[in-house]
């Protein structure tokens, strides 16, 4: 008989016991980040590169490393400059959506328009939604 240690969860318990009587409590905590890299691997190993790497995509972190490194996220099939494209034109579906547009909105906002005032948030965000 196999046992396996390879689990995404963890449990999590406490008791209380006092002279007339006890309490205790359970419960399993799933974690989804251990989850998603199971998942990316199996992917991976069946020949699904691509899938593999857009699962992994869902974490901002991982979203953010990939633009940075020039190597924009898979976006519904596309890859490449196709990709970034593709992000640019849908940038609600970004995993850190409200992180780039307020990084976006912050930049945007120091700069000025032709007649010398500042852009609002509003004109910012719309600029943001609308890029590409």
């Given amino acids: 008989m196999s046992y396996s ?5 963890t449990g999590v318990s406490g008791a209380f016991q006092g002279q007339v009587f006890g309490l205790s409590g359970g419960k399993a905590i799933r974690d989804e980040n251990c989850e998603r890299l199971k998942l990316s691997k199996y992917l991976y190993d ?3 590169k691509v899938a593999s790497v857009g699962l992994l995509c869902q974490d901002p972190r991982v979203f953010k490393a990939m633009y940075m ?3 924009p996220c898979p ?3 596309k890859i490449g400059k196709e990709a970034e494209l593709a992000w640019q034109q849908n940038p609600e579906d970004r995993p850190d959506y409200e992180e780039a547009k307020d990084r976006y909105v912050k930049q945007c906002r120091e700069r000025q328009h032709a007649n010398g ?3 609002s948030r509003l004109k910012c965000v719309y600029e943001f939604k609308n890029q590409g």
């Fill in 5 to 9: 240690q390879d689990l995404c969860t």
């Fill in 117 to 119: 005032l500042k852009k």
């Fill in 46 to 48: 069946t020949g699904m």
């Fill in 69 to 71: 490194a020039g190597t």
């Fill in 75 to 77: 976006y519904e099939g």
